[in-house]
Each structure stands twice: as C-alpha cells, then as structure tokens.
C-alpha cells in the first residue's frame, strides 16, 4: 500500500468560500487580491437577506391587452382620496391603466407631442409632466392636456414641491415656479421665477429640482445649491422668503431620472458618474460633505455611461423599499439605430452601508434593462422592456417572461499559496440552494490570468 506524499510534499489545503461576494461587486481592485467577502464580476444577482449571493427575480409579463407603442416613461398615480392607478406616455400617447397594468385607456386628449420621456411627478391629483421642448404635461386620469400658459417653463427639468409646481425655462437657468395649488398658472398670482445665473459660482444650467429635509435642492452640472425658508412658512418654503443656506462646487448631477429618496437620504448620479448621496444629518449641520456610494465599482459605472451608446434621456432609477435596493437602468442603442435592451441595469443595497460609508453593488443586470420603472405604494413594481412592446411586467419569479438568464459570480483573487510548494488544484465542491433544475459550470484560473479552465 503506497505511502502519501512518500517523496515530500504537503497536506492538502483547504480554502472555504463562506458566504462569497457578500460585501458585493468590486471591480475597482480586480487586478489584485480580495478576500472572499468580495465579488469581481456579478451578473444577474442580488444579495439576498443572509448575505448570499443570489439569483434577481424575474420580468413577469402583467399585461393581457398591450398598448399599440412602447412606454417611455410611467407613475403611479396617487390621488388624495387614496385611490391610484397608472399613468404611462409613448413617444406620441398617453395611457391610464386602472388595474396595475394588465389593459390600458388612451388619455392623450389634446395634448400633443413626438417624444415619451416625459419626467412625471404627482401634484394636487394631478400628473404633471415636463420634456425639453413642450409646455408642461397635465393629466387628470380621465384625459390629458398640457398647460396654455405661455410662461409656464419648457426646459424638460421640474418637479412638485411645497405647494406648487416648479419648472426650469428653456434658457437652463431660469427657475420658474406656479402660483399656489394651481399648476396652470405661471404669470400672475404667487407665481415667479428665480435667476440662477446670478448665483452659481460659474456658468451651469439646471439638471435636476428636488425637495429635501424641508429644503430645496437645485442640481447643477458641476454645482449644487440648497436653499431653505427661514420664516418656517407653514408650506415649508414660501419662495418670497427664501434664501441660499449652502453652496456645493464642484458637485452636480448627471441627470433628474437619478434622483431618488432613500431611506431618509438623497440619492443621485453625480456629475463624475458616481453615485452619491445626501445625508440628512450632513444637510442639518450644513457641511456641505456628499457620501460617495459608487467607489468599488466607480471607473465600472463611469465606463457605462460613458459607452457612447447611451441617450440620457432613457436613464432610469427607482428605489424599491421593499426589495431595499436602488437599480440604476441605462439601456443604450443597437447599432440600427433602435433603442432596444441592451446595456445593463446596475443595482444597490440599500439596506446599511459598508464600513468605508459605499453601498454594496449587489448585481449587473445585462438582460433585465427597464426603460420604465414604477414603483408602487403597495410595494410592487413594475417596469417595461423595449421589446416588449406596450407591456408591463411584475418583478416576479426567476424567468424573464419564461425566458432563462445566467447567473455569473467570480470570486476576486485569492493568495493560496505555501512556501517551497507548487499546488496544484485537486477538487473544487459548491453548495448551492436551488429552486429549479440547472446546469452549473464552475471554472478557475491562477497567476492572475484571464483565461479560465
């Protein structure tokens, strides 16, 4: 009987994979060695609520009667009565839908236009809308108009807040807001306006509008400008009274489709392309700090946007409290020339940050790529995919509309190595959980190569 090792040699070594990637994707440090807490490449994933690296849920298709056009942009609409439904436009329609997707009514009424991705935002039972180019959208749920008044603004950039509803002119520095409670009204009454090229520190033009903390944040390209009432109106800020409290250089946002609330904070896609947000803490003491989210993964994000493919226009986020994540969607352009699905959706825990204050990225979706995001009271969502034309789909199940996906996770580099010995891979186990019967593929590499065997 042969002796092991009779001739030299060492013990097998073990090296345990626990809970691998649980801190989530970090592709900034891919080149170099990670513990096994961290991920190098996850697609198709989330983390699931024990900290594993888990399949996302699938696009279950909702709709029973689909519309004739692809939806660009949606709400739900929230009425004060409490009731809701759904308010969706196309590149020339707008679409009601009473039962959460599943058959849609044509509002459009008089309005008229030639491009979909209107930002939405709820207002005194109202949807308003606002795109580049066109007078503010007004739907009611029953019909749709957009606002005759010939001040009101055309700058694509807005959102409702504190009573009223505030737009930015054409010029991208004009700052116009409605009189109060009626949102047909940008000439006389309490309406007005406010000259922002008199207050950035350099030229810049308005790219996003938000309340915050009872304050009013202004996003810039390259600056921010937070701005409160210090009457303490009992609207919360009455625009005769108020004033800049802090002025943030050198910080800007990308577009308004990132802004998001989350959990307390202001999340958004900074000008540098990466996510940042705004503690409401930080705000208080008027620090003028901004939590970088994004840095494991900052040149991966910056490199997505940046693609050359990719119409800001069709840029969409969303948080889900319930799945606590906020997903980042940019689908970009086939070389026709068509916006289809492909680009990728890049999603983020929400649920605590890491210990150097990032979030997780949890997942890059390459096949579930929203061009629209709803995000419902009841804690739903759903969301269409260009190829599905005029159809909503639920965050449901483990297919894409009985369509499968990979799920990819690579561990990052691992230092296995022993003094005086050359090892050699004897045997690779995993434990997966299972809900379904699939095939797994595992592969390896070494010496930092690239090539997997």
């Not at 691998?20 to 490449?41: D, S």
């Not at 196309?90 to 058959?103: Q, R």
């Not at 900052?298 to 493919?309: A, K, N, T």
Request: proline share 3%; hydrophobic share 40%.
């Amino acid at each position: 009987m042969p002796t092991p090792r009779r001739h030299g040699g060492t013990v097998v070594a073990r090296f345990p994979l626990i809970v691998p990637g649980f801190r989530g994707l970090n592709t900034q440090a891919k080149g170099a060695l990670l513990g096994p807490e961290w991920a190098t490449r996850l697609e198709n994933t989330v983390i699931d609520s024990v900290g594993r690296v888990a399949a996302r849920k699938g696009w279950h298709l909702h709709t029973t009667s689909a519309a004739a056009e692809n939806f660009k942009a949606g709400i739900e609409y929230r009425k004060q009565d409490g009731t809701t439904s759904l308010i969706l436009t196309t590149d020339t329609k707008v679409y009601k839908s009473d039962d959460g997707g599943v058959t849609f009514t044509n509002i459009t009424g008089t309005a008229s236009f030639t491009d979909g991705n209107w930002h939405l935002v709820n207002f005194n039972d109202f949807v308003i809308g606002f795109l580049a180019g066109e007078a503010p959208l007004i739907s009611n749920g029953t019909t749709s108009s957009q606002v005759a008044d010939v001040n009101a603004p055309q700058g694509g950039i807005g959102t409702a807040a504190f009573g009223r509803v505030w737009g930015v002119a054409a010029d991208g520095v004009t700052i116009k807001y409605s009189d109060l409670l009626d949102h047909t009204n940008w000439t006389t009454g309490a309406s007005g306006s406010i000259d922002m090229s008199s207050i950035w520190l350099d030229n810049d033009h308005v790219v996003a509008l938000t309340a915050f903390n009872n304050l009013f944040v202004v996003f810039g390209t390259r600056n921010t400008v937070v701005w409160a009432d210090g009457t303490g109106s009992e609207l919360g800020i009455d625009p005769v009274n108020m004033q800049v409290i802090d002025t943030i250089p050198g910080v800007g946002c990308l577009h308004q489709a990132s802004v998001q609330h989350v959990n307390g904070d202001l999340w958004f896609v900074a000008n540098n392309r990466e996510l940042m947000s705004f503690s409401r803490v930080i705000v208080e003491q008027k620090s003028g700090e901004i939590t970088v989210l994004s840095k494991h993964v900052s040149d991966f994000l910056r490199d997505s946007i940046d693609s050359g493919s990719l119409d800001l226009t069709r840029l969409r986020s969303a948080f889900s409290p319930t799945d606590r994540f906020y997903i980042l969607s940019l689908p970009t352009e086939s070389a026709s020339g068509q916006a289809d699905e492909v680009g990728k959706a890049i999603v983020f825990d929400t649920r605590g940050l890491l210990e150097d204050g990032s979030a997780r990225c949890i997942g890059i979706w390459n096949q579930f790529v929203p061009t629209v995001i709803i995000i419902q009271d009841d804690g739903d969502w759903l969301s269409a995919l260009q190829e599905k034309t005029g159809k909503l789909g639920h965050y449901h199940t483990n297919l894409d509309d009985a369509d499968s996906y990979r799920l990819i996770y690579e561990s990052g580099w691992l230092d296995i190595t022993q003094q005086g010995y050359l090892l050699i891979l004897k045997r690779l186990n995993g434990l997966f959980s299972l809900d379904l019967t699939t095939t797994v593929i595992m592969k390896w590499a070494f010496d930092l190569s690239t090539v997997f065997r």
